[in-house]
């Protein structure tokens, strides 16, 4: 088994910044890469961005291209996501997960399906 805690959410001005963490813990030797998903009120689950553990692989979602960036601590197994210029729009209960696929380690796997395990989400909020 694999845990996600995810921190850093809450609430930011527009234009404003925040970095979200997810330390991973458990079996997280038979993980091969990580994704940030994010939900809005009413709204379906959102890729955001995948980063894998050990290739340069990294991949982010057109809607926050150029204002987030994922990366990655390997030696604290924890990913990071860096949100710049926060619009409303973002506001949105952000989730971290990790997928056991190595396709995904290779590819970028933006699909929640083919993620195994999950945080518990964290809130960010974006006030205008």
């Known amino acids: 088994q694999v845990q996600l805690v995810e921190s850093g959410g809450g609430l930011v001005q527009a234009g404003g910044s925040v970095r979200l963490s997810c330390a991973a813990s458990g079996h997280t030797f038979s993980t091969y890469a990580m994704g940030w998903f994010r939900q809005a009120p009413g709204a379906e689950r959102e890729f955001v961005a995948t980063?894998?553990?050990?290739?340069?692989?990294?991949y982010i979602a057109d809607s926050v291209k150029g204002r987030f960036t994922i990366s990655r601590d390997n030696a604290k197994n924890t990913v990071y996501l860096e949100m710049n210029n926060v619009k409303p729009e973002d506001t949105a209960v952000y989730y971290c997960a990790a997928t056991i696929s190595v396709y995904c380690s290779m590819a970028g796997c933006n699909d929640s399906y083919e993620y195994d395990y999950w945080g518990q989400g964290t809130q960010v909020t974006v006030s205008s």
């Open positions: 980063i894998a553990w050990s290739t340069d692989v990294t």
